[in-house]
């Protein structure tokens, strides 16, 4: 305890010296005179958002007389809005077209429609709706049927992967082929017996 009080008492003294010869020394004036005014001191300038945006851009003195140039950047801020694309029309179109012939045809079968894509087109199988090969297509069937406008018949291979609850048809590129159908094609798919499709376009 007294160890303790000796090495306080001690500190203290040397802290009254420490400041008697600053003092001396006169390091408190030389600081201030050191450090400019207040009044000199640089202020930083506060960014504002969006001031950037509304103030005109600085240019050099030699290109301040001459004419404006064009702006080529795209401003991203403004959107426009466009229409459909004749694209998405005709896929509109066709898909109206075949849900009112669905309509038509009533509900005595079972039918669904299925708009024919780029990839579609040239594909060699085509994916049919889960819900109506589980509910209305025989458990164990292997072969199709599909019977074109012209009434012609495409057999085609049914297969199908419970894993990843898909059902296609393979041979699929034969019939798209005969029946020349494109990207934007809808059809309108019946199933007029057990294991029988009309397509109608």
Known sequence: MAAAAAYEAKRRRQIEENKRRIEELGLRQLAAAAIPPQAKRLKHKVRVPGAAATAPPRRSGRVANLPEQPEY????????????TAVERSYSIAN???KELECELGANYPTFVKTITKFSAISFSLSLPPLLC???LPEHVKVITLVDEEDDEFDMQYYKEPRYHKYKIT????????????NGDCLVFQLIQQTKFKVRS
């Open 96 to 98: 109206a077209k075949a």
């Open 171 to 182: 041979n699929w590129k034969w019939f798209a082929i005969n029946n020349k159908l494109d």
């Open 73 to 84: 950047r795209e401003n991203i801020n403004e959107r426009i809005v466009i229409g459909m």
């Open 134 to 136: 589980r509910e209305h």
